[in-house]
Nanobody, 119 residues
């Protein structure tokens, strides 16, 4: 059974920064490509960033490219999302999950962490 726990969200002014962290546990985590997703009020959950397991290749949604950086520590089973130059439109609940392309792989989700960016 995979468990995901996101943390690090909060309220920040536009232009500010936050670092989100995802702690994952489960037998398949260490061999999974991982990613971050977000869901804004009234909108569907969307892909934000992904990182592969073996080569640490990263890829991003166009809306966050150049501002967000995803990283992972395979020894600790954690995946981080460093967010800079935050905009009000980045306001959402952020989730991590294993990733297949730009879609979530696992059916289970954590509670997510709320990011609110004020203008």
């Amino acid at each position: 059974q995979v468990q995901l726990e996101e943390s690090g969200g909060g309220l920040v002014q536009a232009g500010g920064s936050l670092r989100l962290s995802c702690a994952a546990s489960g037998r398949t985590v260490n061999y999974s490509d991982m990613g971050w997703f977000r869901q804004a009020p009234g909108k569907e959950r969307e892909f934000v960033a992904g990182i592969t397991f073996s080569t640490m290749r990263t890829y991003y949604a166009d809306s966050v490219k150049g501002r967000f950086t995803i990283s992972r520590d395979n020894a600790k089973n954690t995946v981080d999302l460093h967010m800079n130059s935050l905009k009000p439109e980045d306001t959402a609940v952020y989730y991590c999950n294993a990733i297949l392309g730009r879609g979530p792989l696992w059916n289970s989700w954590g509670q997510g962490t709320q990011v609110t960016v004020s203008s």
